[in-house]
C-alpha cells in the first residue's frame, strides 16, 4: 500500500491541527497504523497506533492526553487529532503500517509515505 499524510500545517503554541493518513492504492482495513514523527537532526520516534480494528490504541508519554488517533475504515483513513501542541511537536510526521514486534518501535512499521510538515510556534 501507498501512504500518504495530510493535514500539517503552521500552528502557533496550544492550537490543534488534524491529521489524516489515507491511500492511494489498496486498503488500511487489515492494517493497524502508527504516526511517527521526525524532527530535524533527531531520530525517528513512536507517536500513536490503532489496532486494525480501532480497539485498541497506544501513545507515547510525550503525547498522552494531547493526541487522538482513530480510524474510519469506512473511509479508509487514519486520523490524529493533535492540541494543545507545543513547539517541541515541531517534526515531519508519518504514518505507517505496523508490521510486527513493539507497538512503541518505529522499525515496527513498513509502508512509510510522504510526511506532512507540522511547526508549532512558541
Known amino acids: 500500500v501507498q501512504l500518504q499524510a495530510s493535514g500539517g500545517g503552521l500552528v502557533q503554541a496550544g492550537g490543534s491541527l488534524s491529521l489524516s493518513c489515507a491511500t492511494s492504492?489498496?486498503?488500511?482495513?487489515?492494517?493497524?497504523v502508527g504516526w511517527l514523527r521526525q524532527a530535524p537532526g533527531k531520530e525517528r520516534e513512536f507517536v500513536a497506533a490503532?489496532?486494525?480494528?480501532?480497539?485498541?490504541?497506544y501513545y507515547a508519554d510525550s503525547v498522552k492526553g494531547r493526541f487522538t488517533i482513530s480510524r474510519d475504515n469506512a473511509k479508509n483513513t487514519v486520523y490524529l487529532q493533535m492540541n494543545n501542541l507545543k513547539p517541541e511537536d515541531t517534526a515531519v510526521y508519518y504514518c505507517?503500517?505496523?508490521?510486527?514486534?513493539?507497538?512503541?518501535?518505529?522499525?515496527?512499521?513498513?509502508?512509510w509515505g510522504q510526511g506532512t510538515q507540522v511547526t508549532v510556534s512558541s
Open positions: 505507517g503500517t505496523y508490521s510486527s514486534g513493539s507497538f512503541y518501535t518505529d522499525t515496527s512499521y513498513n509502508y
Open positions: 492504492g489498496g486498503t488500511l482495513n487489515s492494517y493497524s
Open positions: 490503532i489496532t486494525y480494528s480501532g480497539g485498541i490504541t
